[in-house]
Nanobody, 120 residues
Framework: QVQLVESGGGLVQPGGSLRLACAASGFTFSNYVMRWYRQAPGKERELVAT????????NYPDSVKGRFTISRDNDKNTMYLQMNSLKPEDTAVYYC?????????????WGQGTQVTVSS
């Protein structure tokens, strides 16, 4: 059974930091590109960070570049998102995603999400 379980969300003041984790099970984690997305109320889901299968390459949109860092530990089947200098506009539910294409087969898994609230 495939599972992605996010943790680490919560309430933080502007300028603060949080570290999210995504624990994976039920599939070969090291074969999947991993991503963090977020969705704020009334807005579309937004891609926040991407990391390759080996972890040697990452990518971020301008909205979080320089503040967020994605990483993964393939031995622990876990992905992380270190979020620094948080802003109120970072408030959202954060989701982890595992993605792989092999031939015509697409595997696309989602976690349940963890709430991040940035407020004073």
């Amino acid at each position: 059974q495939v599972q992605l379980v996010e943790s680490g969300g919560g309430l933080v003041q502007p300028g603060g930091s949080l570290r999210l984790a995504c624990a994976a099970s039920g599939f070969t984690f090291s074969n999947y590109v991993m991503r963090w997305y977020r969705q704020a109320p009334g807005k579309e889901r937004e891609l926040v960070a991407t990391i390759t299968v080996s972890g040697d390459s990452t990518n971020y949109p301008d909205s979080v570049k320089g503040r967020f860092t994605i990483s993964r530990d393939n031995d622990k089947n876990t992905m992380y998102l270190q979020m620094n200098s948080l802003k109120p506009e970072d408030t959202a539910v954060y989701y982890c995603n595992a993605f792989r294409i092999v031939g015509f087969v697409v595997n696309n898994y989602w976690g349940q999400g963890t709430q991040v609230t940035v407020s004073s």
